[in-house]
């Protein structure tokens, strides 16, 4: 019996430990359990509040919806442009006024109407574009070749040629809105 009794009590004092291991084992668990848990929640919360808040406004999508919902709210009918009537005049190498040398001017220039039936009115007449060319051969002739030779004077030199050839008479009722230079090669 005295064995026994030692043996109970080698295992009491073993199954005490064990008992005071377990409560102690227990609350490890639970305490590892619920750090795992709550950094879970964390990262939940945390990849939402990135995605939903932090990466649309980082990245300026909130005011990209804004500027586009101001776009759609401002959005005008478009402005239909008309092609402009154009006819080309042929290309030409006149000698405008010099008194110092000899120059020469090679010029290809078109005429912007305000009309079609303006431009249709000048190419069906076999005459009209004959005295078109003539009429701004002429004005380029008389035109010194210093009123010409930089880029700031071909504006005037634009509008006197089709003051020129709107005051010809040659247009009937249409007129010259604008003169194009495609070429303008002046030595």
Excluded: C
């Amino acid at each position: 019996m005295a064995e026994e009794e030692e043996s109970e009590q080698e295992e009491e004092p073993g199954e005490a430990d064990m008992e005071a291991d377990g409560p102690k084992g227990a609350w490890l668990k639970q305490f590892v359990i619920l750090a795992v848990l709550v950094l879970i929640g964390q990262s939940v919360v945390a990849y939402f509040l990135v995605t939903e808040q932090i990466m649309p406004w980082y990245f300026g999508e909130e005011e990209t919806t804004e500027a586009v919902k101001e776009a759609e709210a401002l959005k005008r009918e478009p402005v239909i442009v008309e092609a402009p009537v154009l006819y080309d005049v042929p290309e030409m190498i006149v000698n405008p006024q010099d008194f110092h040398t000899i120059r020469y001017l090679n010029v290809k220039m078109s005429l912007e109407f305000d009309l079609q039936e303006t431009l249709d009115m000048v190419e069906a007449d076999p005459v009209t574009p004959a005295k078109l060319v003539e009429v701004i051969r002429t004005t380029l002739n008389m035109t010194s070749f210093y009123d010409m030779d930089e880029a700031r004077e071909r504006g005037p030199l634009r509008k006197k040629i089709a003051d020129e050839v709107n005051e010809s008479g040659l247009l009937g009722e249409g007129s010259v809105r604008k003169v194009n230079f495609e070429r303008f090669v002046a030595q």
